[in-house]
């Protein structure tokens, strides 16, 4: 959709195909990144998410909005912290996959972008608060992570 957008050869029916196979299989969230292989990611919902709202207005196709809001959006709770971990104030932030449980920036970048775009569609508040939370760690970043975000204390 960005090529066509920026007048370069993209085909529309390879686009809808993948998507529609998207859609059908249930979400397909697994790990983007290179470093793990989890079946379920929560960057990969947030990106999922943007790119289904932004195909749902493309195509004019309400299931991919539907579907964007209700599976892709709504599956980023899952990763919600329920609890403060290592000492640090975690409770809210989102971990990154099951196989590696703690916050990142990028994830927490990603996931308040999401959360402002369907602020941005909807005008709904509870939308600008996840994105508000979301955006946190990065609004109080901390190198040694003091404050619970970015250090790597994996544990398993």
């Not at 790990?31 to 493309?58: C, K, P, Q």
């Not at 991919?64 to 919600?80: I, P, S, V, W």
């Amino acid at each position: 959709l960005a090529l066509r957008q920026r007048g370069m050869e993209a085909s529309e029916e390879a686009v809808r195909a993948a998507l529609d196979t998207f859609v059908r299989r249930g979400g397909i969230y697994g790990s983007i990144n290179h470093d793990t292989y989890d079946a379920d990611e929560n960057v990969a919902r947030a990106e999922a998410f943007r790119l289904l709202l932004a195909a749902s207005h493309w195509f004019e196709q309400a299931e991919y909005r539907t579907f964007a809001y209700e599976d892709a959006l709504a599956g980023l709770e899952r990763f919600k912290m329920r609890e403060d971990r290592n000492g640090v104030a975690t409770r809210g932030l989102l971990y990154m996959e099951d196989s590696w449980d703690t916050a990142n920036m990028w994830e927490h970048a990603e996931a308040a972008l999401a959360y402002l775009d369907a602020y941005e569609e909807t005008v709904e508040e509870r939308y600008l608060c996840h994105a508000s939370r979301a955006a946190g760690p990065l609004r109080r970043r901390s190198a040694s992570g003091r404050r619970g975000c970015t250090t790597e204390n994996h544990n398993h």
